[in-house]
């Protein structure tokens, strides 16, 4: 059985950075892609970035394309969500996710609980 346990969420203010974490189990890490979606108060989820299960291919949302990277430690089942020049439109719920294939690009059918992100102004 798959678990996704995030990490790393918190308050801070704009400008300022956060790292998310999230740890696996259940299946083989490596083997598939890796992603992280966000949503806000009275919005729908929506992707944010993901990373093939070899790690070296990445995709992003336009929105956050160079100020986002998403990494992954398959040593460590592990991905990251390095967070950088944080504003308020940032605020949300995010969550981790593990796909059905290898491709960053999904589908992702396991998700974690999610990890708070508020920005304060």
């Known amino acids: 059985q798959v678990q996704l346990v995030e990490s790393g969420g918190g308050l801070v203010q704009a400008g300022g950075s956060l790292r998310l974490s999230c740890a696996a189990s259940?299946?083989?890490?490596?083997?598939?892609?890796m992603g992280w979606f966000r949503q806000a108060p009275g919005k729908e989820r929506e992707f944010v970035a993901g990373?093939?299960?070899?790690?070296?291919?990445?995709y992003y949302a336009d929105s956050v394309k160079g100020r986002f990277t998403i990494s992954r430690d398959n040593a460590k089942n592990t991905v990251y969500l390095q967070m950088n020049s944080l504003k308020a439109e940032h605020t949300a719920a995010y969550y981790c996710?593990?796909?059905?294939?290898?491709?960053?690009?999904?589908?992702?059918?396991?998700w974690g609980q999610g990890t708070q992100v508020t920005v304060s102004s």
């Open positions: 996710a593990m796909s059905r294939s290898s491709s960053e690009k999904g589908p992702y059918d396991r």
């Open positions: 259940g299946r083989t890490f490596s083997a598939y892609a």
């Open positions: 990373i093939s299960g070899s790690g070296l291919s990445t």
